[in-house]
C-alpha cells in the first residue's frame, strides 16, 4: 500500500502543469481542476486520495518557491471518532518571511480534505474546498512575489470534514507561539454563488476589523459583504465555528472568514469543477489575494485593537 500511494503522489507531481512565474491566482481553475477530479477520490482525510491531494499541493508549494515552517511542510496529527478506530491526518505548513521587525504572524488557511468515496459516489469538492486551496496557493503567490510586512504562515488544513481537527491539532501544538499569531484568515467555499456575492465574515465580534474589510469591499472585483458572523439572523447562519476559524476563535485569535453561502451543490457528489461559475471564481480569487494584504498591511493595528 505504501509503494502504491507513493507511485500515485509522484504521478501527480508529473501530471501537473509546470507553472512558471506568473500573475498570483493565474493558475486557480487548474488547482481546483486538478484537486477536485475524480481520481482523488474526494481527499477523504487519511484516505489515498487525500495523500495524492496533500502531494499536489506540496508540489506547488514548491513551484511557488514556498519554504517549511522547520524542517518538512507536513505537520501529522491523529484523532479519534466517536465511533471507529484513531485517525490520521497531515497539516501542511509552509512559512514566508516578513519585511518589518514586527513579532506578529498572519496565518492563511484553507482545509484541502473533502467528504471521500460514499456509497460508491466521490465527492469530489470543486468548492468546497478545492476553491479555497486555490485561493491560498494564489495568496502565497501574491506573497512571494512581493513579500508581506509580516511573516506569514501558509496553511493547508486537513479533516475540516470531521470536526476541524486539524485546525484544532494546529493551535493545540502551534509551530509559533499562539500569542505572536495577530490573524488568521481563512478560505472555505469561494467560487459559486449564484448571486455573485461573496462573505467575509469576523467584523461583528471584532469591530476592529472593519474599517480594513469595508474599505477593500469598496472597490472588490465582486460584491464582497460584510455578514454572517453573530447569531442576529439565528446562529446556523453565524459562521464563527463553521470551518477552520472556528479553532482560532476558541483560543481567543482574531480571525476573518471568506466564503459563499451554500448552495444547492453544497456536500454532494455534484460539487464539480464543471459547476463552477469561472469569472465569479477568478475574481474571488482577486479579491482574496488583495483583502489579505490589506489585513497583512494592517495587522500591527488590528492585534492592538484584540489587546494582543
Same mark, same amino acid.
Given at each position: ?5 507513493? &507511485? ?11 507553472? $512558471?512565474?506568473?500573475? *498570483? ?17 474526494? @481527499? ?31 505537520? *501529522?496529527?491523529?484523532?479519534?471518532? %466517536? ?10 505548513? $509552509?512559512?514566508?518571511?516578513?519585511? &518589518? ?16 468515496? %460514499? ?20 495568496? #502565497? ?7 508581506? @510586512? ?21 493551535? $493545540?501544538? +502551534? ?15 469561494? &467560487? ?18 472593519? +474599517? ?7 472597490? #472588490? ?32 485569535? *482574531? ?8 448552495? +444547492? ?27 489579505? @494584504? ?11 485593537? $484584540?489587546?494582543?
Amino acid at each position: 500500500m505504501r509503494l502504491l500511494l507513493i &507511485s500515485a503522489a509522484f504521478a501527480v507531481v508529473l501530471s501537473a502543469p509546470a507553472h $512558471a512565474a506568473s500573475k *498570483p491566482g493565474a493558475h486557480a481553475l487548474d488547482d481546483v481542476r486538478i484537486l477536485s477530479a475524480d481520481n482523488m477520490e474526494g @481527499r477523504g482525510v487519511g484516505t489515498p486520495g487525500g495523500a495524492k491531494a496533500r502531494a499536489y499541493i506540496v508540489q506547488r508549494f514548491g513551484q511557488i518557491g514556498l519554504r517549511p515552517q522547520g524542517g518538512t511542510f507536513e505537520r *501529522p496529527f491523529t484523532f479519534k471518532p %466517536r465511533f471507529g478506530r484513531e485517525v490520521s491526518g497531515v497539516n501542511l505548513v $509552509a512559512r514566508i518571511q516578513g519585511t &518589518s521587525s514586527s513579532d506578529k504572524v498572519l496565518v492563511v488557511s484553507a482545509h484541502y480534505d473533502h467528504l471521500g468515496v %460514499r456509497k460508491g459516489q466521490v465527492y469530489n469538492g470543486a468548492d468546497d474546498n478545492a476553491s479555497g486551496v486555490a485561493g491560498l496557493l494564489a495568496v #502565497a503567490e501574491a506573497f512571494k512575489a512581493r513579500p508581506p @510586512r509580516h511573516t506569514v504562515l501558509i496553511v493547508a488544513f486537513d479533516a475540516e470534514e470531521s470536526g476541524l481537527k486539524g485546525a484544532k491539532a494546529f493551535v $493545540a501544538d +502551534p509551530p509559533v507561539p499562539l500569542a505572536s499569531i495577530g490573524l488568521n484568515v481563512n478560505f472555505d467555499m469561494i &467560487s459559486k454563488n449564484a448571486k455573485g456575492q461573496l462573505y467575509v465574515s469576523g467584523a461583528g465580534p471584532q469591530p476592529y476589523l472593519k +474599517p480594513v474589510l469595508e474599505t477593500v469591499a469598496r472597490t #472588490a472585483p465582486v460584491k464582497l459583504l460584510l455578514g454572517h458572523d453573530t447569531d442576529a439572523q439565528g446562529k446556523e447562519n453565524n459562521w464563527t465555528a463553521q470551518s477552520d476559524q472556528g479553532a482560532f476563535a476558541e483560543k481567543g485569535v *482574531p480571525w476573518v472568514y471568506f466564503g459563499v453561502e451554500d448552495h +444547492p451543490e453544497y456536500h454532494q457528489p455534484t460539487d464539480d469543477f464543471a459547476t463552477i461559475p469561472q469569472d465569479f471564481f477568478k475574481r474571488a480569487v482577486a479579491t482574496v489575494v488583495t483583502a489579505t @494584504r490589506a489585513l497583512d498591511d494592517d495587522l500591527d493595528g488590528i492585534s492592538k485593537g $484584540a489587546g494582543r
